[in-house]
């Protein structure tokens, strides 16, 4: 499934005072099991874009089009194709709100009109994507979990919609290392069990290893599209509009600069680590 944007621009609050413009003739497709990051400094229009693809928003001008059919169009059964994209919110917890794990899974298939057995069994699948335990964690008030349980439980809840595209808006704000470390472990196993993933982050340390394209965006617009090795070049234009790099490609860089024999373009921690060892193994040190 693709979702296509074109020319769209977003304006809050238009014709008033405080009219504002979010959104700048934005035009970006999403292909079928790609996994996008977008990244951007705060109030560059990366929630607000989000809350495009499953119509939460509707453009001030331009199209959305979810598998070549516009998503605002007339004759269009809107609410099949919004199904289609799970969005989650920052902070999803928040939206907690039902006496047990179970039923707070249960509550968008069970608006879907689903029959009891296959709220049931999409409830199970959900908790078990989530690694939360069924047996264990099914009939527990949501409130009484830890913060990092309450953040999958919410995912869960969207997850048994079961959506062809999974939305992300920085899913692992306000949460330890620990709880960071497993919540994009979870959504690494999505996205390799076939689930299109898009993911809203500030931290380019996050989405270095997942993403297969990176989205930047800045002042409502995008100002760059590419592989993450592509992107991680163009270090001036990400600090420019204060991203940076991640720290890998940072310390590869100094180590460069100090006369390592090492590739200019790496990124990720696995790959430095591997051409260190690799130095290592050639001087005689490992």
Same mark, same amino acid.
């Given at each position: 499934? @693709? ?5 769209v ?6 014709? +008033?005072?405080f009219? +504002? ?14 996994? !996008? ?8 229009g990366? =929630? ?11 453009p001030? =001008?331009?199209?959305?089009? !979810? ?13 099949k /194709?919004r ?21 707070d899974?249960?509550?968008g298939?069970?608006?879907q009109g689903l +029959? ?5 069994s ?8 989530m ?6 964690? @099914? ?7 830890s913060?990092g349980?309450?953040?999958?439980v919410? !995912?869960?809840?969207v997850?048994a919609?079961?959506?062809?595209? /999974? ?8 949460l ?9 472990g979870?959504?690494?196993? /999505?996205?390799?069990s ?8 500030? @931290? ?7 993403a297969?394209? !990176?989205?930047?965006m ?6 760059? +599209? ?6 991680f070049?163009?270090?001036a ?26 590739p ?21 040190l490992?």
């Amino acid at each position: 499934m @693709s979702i296509e944007l074109r020319d769209v621009t977003y304006t809050y609050s238009e014709g +008033s005072a405080f009219q +504002s413009t979010a959104l700048k003739n934005v035009n970006l497709t999403i292909h079928d099991g790609e996994f !996008i990051a977008l990244v951007g400094h705060t109030g560059c229009g990366k =929630s607000t874009l989000v809350q495009h693809l499953n119509g939460l928003l509707k453009p001030s =001008s331009g199209q959305v089009l !979810i598998d070549g059919q516009d998503l605002h169009g007339e004759n269009v059964d809107r609410r099949k /194709l919004r199904q289609q994209v799970g969005l989650v919110f920052q902070y999803p917890e928040y939206q907690l709100f039902e006496e047990t794990v179970a039923r707070d899974i249960a509550f968008g298939p069970r608006n879907q009109g689903l +029959s009891d057995s296959e709220i049931d069994s999409r409830v199970h699948r959900a908790m078990a994507h989530m690694h939360l335990n069924y047996d264990t964690l @099914s009939q527990r008030s949501p409130f009484e979990l830890s913060g990092g349980q309450m953040r999958r439980v919410a !995912i869960a809840g969207v997850l048994a919609m079961e959506p062809k595209v /999974l939305v992300l808006d920085e899913p692992t704000a306000g949460l330890d290392p620990r709880g960071r470390d497993r919540i994009l472990g979870i959504v690494k196993e /999505l996205h390799r069990s076939g689930t299109t993933v898009v993911m809203v982050s500030h @931290s380019m340390d996050d989405v270095a290893p997942l993403a297969t394209r !990176i989205v930047v965006m800045s002042q409502g617009e995008i100002a760059a +599209s590419g592989a993450p090795r592509e992107i991680f070049r163009q270090r001036a234009l990400m600090e420019s509009i204060g991203l940076g790099v991640p720290e890998a490609a940072r310390l590869n860089q100094a180590l460069r600069e100090k006369g390592l024999d090492l590739p200019e373009a790496l990124y990720t921690q696995e790959e430095l680590l591997t051409h260190l060892l690799r130095l290592g193994k050639e001087a005689g040190l490992c």
